[in-house]
């Protein structure tokens, strides 16, 4: 089992900077993927980021590429998303997940956080 917390959320004027962690404890393999996830009230899980454990390779949505940057420290088992020139429509729940397979889609992921809040005023 993975366990996996998020931590950083807040509330954030428009333009401002936040950083997401979150902390993963149990089982987790080098060949591991982690990412971030979203969702705003009424809308579907939608993917951001994602990270391998083994390497370092990214892949962003292009909806948050230009801003956001995912990346971890192996060493405290943190995965980190900077977000940068924060937008009122960025307001959502925020959540890391974690697995093997590593996709772009929610099924891919079968563990989760519990998210945090991210709140971004206009």
């Known amino acids: 089992q993975v366990q996996l917390v998020e931590s950083g959320g807040g509330l954030v004027q428009a333009g401002g900077s936040l950083r997401l962690s979150c902390a993963a404890s149990g089982r987790t393999f080098s060949n591991y993927f982690m990412g971030w996830f979203r969702q705003a009230p009424g809308n579907e899980r939608e993917f951001l980021a994602r990270i391998r454990l083994s390497g370092g390779s990214t892949y962003y949505a292009d909806s948050v590429k230009a801003r956001f940057t995912i990346s971890k420290d192996n060493a405290k088992n943190t995965l980190y998303l900077q977000m940068n020139s924060l937008k009122p429509e960025d307001t959502a729940v925020y959540y890391c997940?974690?697995?093997?397979?590593?996709?772009?889609?929610?099924?891919?992921?079968?563990?989760w956080g519990q998210g945090t809040q991210v709140t971004v005023s206009s």
């Open positions: 997940a974690a697995d093997i397979i590593g996709g772009f889609s929610q099924s891919h992921y079968r563990y």
